[in-house]
Nanobody, 116 residues
Framework: QVQLVESGGGLVQPGGSLRLSCVAS????????MGWYRQAPGKQRELVAT???????NYAESAKGRFAISRDSAKDTVYLQMNNLKPEDTAVYYC??????????WGQGTQVTVSS
Protein backbone atom coordinates (compact mmCIF):
# COMPACT_ATOMS: atom_id res chain seq x y z
CA GLN A 1 0.00 0.00 0.00
CA VAL A 2 1.30 3.44 -0.95
CA GLN A 3 -0.05 6.63 0.52
CA LEU A 4 0.09 9.89 -1.37
CA VAL A 5 -0.16 13.22 0.38
CA GLU A 6 -0.77 16.37 -1.64
CA SER A 7 -0.08 19.88 -0.44
CA GLY A 8 0.34 23.39 -1.79
CA GLY A 9 -3.23 24.22 -2.73
CA GLY A 10 -4.97 27.38 -1.68
CA LEU A 11 -6.64 30.58 -2.81
CA VAL A 12 -4.87 32.59 -5.49
CA GLN A 13 -5.85 35.48 -7.71
CA PRO A 14 -6.15 35.08 -11.47
CA GLY A 15 -2.71 35.24 -13.04
CA GLY A 16 -1.06 33.92 -9.91
CA SER A 17 0.98 30.79 -9.34
CA LEU A 18 0.93 27.78 -7.07
CA ARG A 19 3.20 24.77 -6.68
CA LEU A 20 1.59 21.52 -5.68
CA SER A 21 3.56 18.71 -4.10
CA CYS A 22 2.73 15.02 -3.79
CA VAL A 23 4.80 12.93 -1.40
CA ALA A 24 4.58 9.17 -1.62
CA SER A 25 5.05 6.87 1.38
CA UNK A 26 6.85 4.40 -0.87
CA UNK A 27 9.36 4.62 -3.66
CA UNK A 28 8.15 6.10 -6.92
CA UNK A 29 11.09 4.70 -8.83
CA UNK A 30 9.05 1.72 -10.00
CA UNK A 31 6.03 3.71 -11.10
CA UNK A 32 5.10 3.76 -14.75
CA UNK A 33 3.69 7.22 -14.39
CA MET A 34 2.94 9.80 -11.76
CA GLY A 35 0.17 12.18 -12.53
CA TRP A 36 -1.96 15.10 -11.49
CA TYR A 37 -5.70 15.11 -12.07
CA ARG A 38 -8.39 17.55 -11.07
CA GLN A 39 -12.09 17.54 -10.40
CA ALA A 40 -14.25 20.65 -10.42
CA PRO A 41 -17.70 20.69 -8.78
CA GLY A 42 -20.22 18.86 -10.92
CA LYS A 43 -17.58 17.63 -13.34
CA GLN A 44 -15.68 14.42 -13.88
CA ARG A 45 -12.12 14.01 -12.79
CA GLU A 46 -9.76 14.91 -15.63
CA LEU A 47 -6.12 14.53 -16.48
CA VAL A 48 -3.89 17.55 -15.95
CA ALA A 49 -0.40 16.14 -16.48
CA THR A 50 1.61 12.94 -16.20
CA UNK A 51 5.29 12.10 -16.07
CA UNK A 52 6.91 8.74 -16.72
CA UNK A 53 9.79 7.21 -14.80
CA UNK A 54 11.98 8.33 -17.68
CA UNK A 55 10.81 11.90 -17.42
CA UNK A 56 8.49 12.00 -20.41
CA UNK A 57 5.62 14.39 -19.79
CA ASN A 58 2.09 14.69 -21.08
CA TYR A 59 -0.29 17.60 -20.57
CA ALA A 60 -3.93 18.35 -21.07
CA GLU A 61 -4.47 21.07 -23.64
CA SER A 62 -5.69 23.40 -20.90
CA ALA A 63 -2.40 22.96 -19.03
CA LYS A 64 0.06 23.29 -21.88
CA GLY A 65 2.29 26.34 -21.60
CA ARG A 66 1.12 27.17 -18.07
CA PHE A 67 1.73 24.07 -15.94
CA ALA A 68 4.86 21.98 -15.48
CA ILE A 69 5.08 18.56 -13.87
CA SER A 70 8.32 17.27 -12.42
CA ARG A 71 9.49 14.49 -10.14
CA ASP A 72 12.24 14.01 -7.59
CA SER A 73 12.63 10.28 -7.15
CA ALA A 74 15.14 10.76 -4.35
CA LYS A 75 12.39 12.47 -2.36
CA ASP A 76 9.54 10.30 -3.72
CA THR A 77 7.84 13.53 -4.67
CA VAL A 78 6.04 14.86 -7.71
CA TYR A 79 5.39 18.54 -8.28
CA LEU A 80 2.98 20.57 -10.35
CA GLN A 81 4.01 24.14 -10.98
CA MET A 82 0.98 26.13 -12.07
CA ASN A 83 1.41 29.60 -13.55
CA ASN A 84 -1.02 32.12 -14.97
CA LEU A 85 -3.89 30.49 -13.13
CA LYS A 86 -7.42 31.08 -14.32
CA PRO A 87 -10.78 30.80 -12.53
CA GLU A 88 -11.52 27.68 -14.58
CA ASP A 89 -8.52 25.99 -12.94
CA THR A 90 -10.48 25.92 -9.69
CA ALA A 91 -10.79 22.30 -8.61
CA VAL A 92 -9.59 19.67 -6.22
CA TYR A 93 -6.23 18.42 -7.50
CA TYR A 94 -5.34 14.77 -7.01
CA CYS A 95 -2.07 12.94 -7.31
CA UNK A 96 -2.00 9.45 -8.81
CA UNK A 97 0.76 6.85 -8.75
CA UNK A 98 0.48 4.17 -11.43
CA UNK A 99 2.62 1.09 -10.88
CA UNK A 100 1.05 -0.85 -13.73
CA UNK A 101 -0.84 -4.16 -13.71
CA UNK A 102 -3.90 -2.33 -12.39
CA UNK A 103 -2.01 -1.22 -9.31
CA UNK A 104 -2.48 2.49 -8.68
CA UNK A 105 -3.09 4.85 -5.80
CA TRP A 106 -4.75 8.22 -5.33
CA GLY A 107 -4.06 10.96 -2.86
CA GLN A 108 -6.76 12.71 -0.86
CA GLY A 109 -6.63 15.87 -2.96
CA THR A 110 -5.80 19.50 -2.38
CA GLN A 111 -8.16 22.39 -3.14
CA VAL A 112 -7.10 25.07 -5.60
CA THR A 113 -9.31 28.13 -5.85
CA VAL A 114 -8.61 30.88 -8.35
CA SER A 115 -10.64 33.96 -7.60
CA SER A 116 -10.29 37.68 -7.20
Amino acid sequence: QVQLVESGGGLVQPGGSLRLSCVASGSILSTLTMGWYRQAPGKQRELVATITSGGRTNYAESAKGRFAISRDSAKDTVYLQMNNLKPEDTAVYYCKANYGLARFYWGQGTQVTVSS
